[in-house]
């Protein structure tokens, strides 16, 4: 399996359409220069999904911010900033498109 860089832009473009592509730049443009820790919060997530017309959930996926529907609201868990908490989110209860989203990321992070 090829693991370039080449390769995963390739995946990247075939994956994700413009707007959504656009929304991950923003995000993290956004996290960069207006976040302590430089890495997308929910709040970014949301702020740009509305921007770009896109799913939060989604955007979210991406920078490790898991989305599922709760019984008081939407139930949002950051796996980057607190790892133990992925086992709150059942993978069955996520997207395909946050699922993709997701995969992504950790192959990038890998």
């Not at 976040?35 to 996926?61: D, M, N, Q, Y």
């Not at 529907?69 to 993978?91: F, Y």
């Amino acid at each position: 399996m090829d693991l370039s860089p080449e390769s995963f832009r390739h995946g990247y473009l075939a994956l994700f359409d413009d707007r959504t592509r656009d929304a991950h730049l923003a995000a993290l443009i956004d996290a960069r220069c207006n976040e302590p820790s430089r890495w997308p919060t929910v709040a970014i997530v949301r702020k740009i999904a509305r921007l770009f017309e896109v799913p939060a959930a989604e955007i979210g996926a991406f920078f490790g911010l898991l989305c599922q529907p709760g019984s008081k609201g939407e139930v949002w868990v950051d796996i980057i900033r607190s790892p133990d908490t992925a086992e709150l989110v059942a993978v069955e209860g996520l997207s395909r498109e946050q699922l993709r989203a997701l995969g992504m990321m950790r192959s990038l992070v890998a």
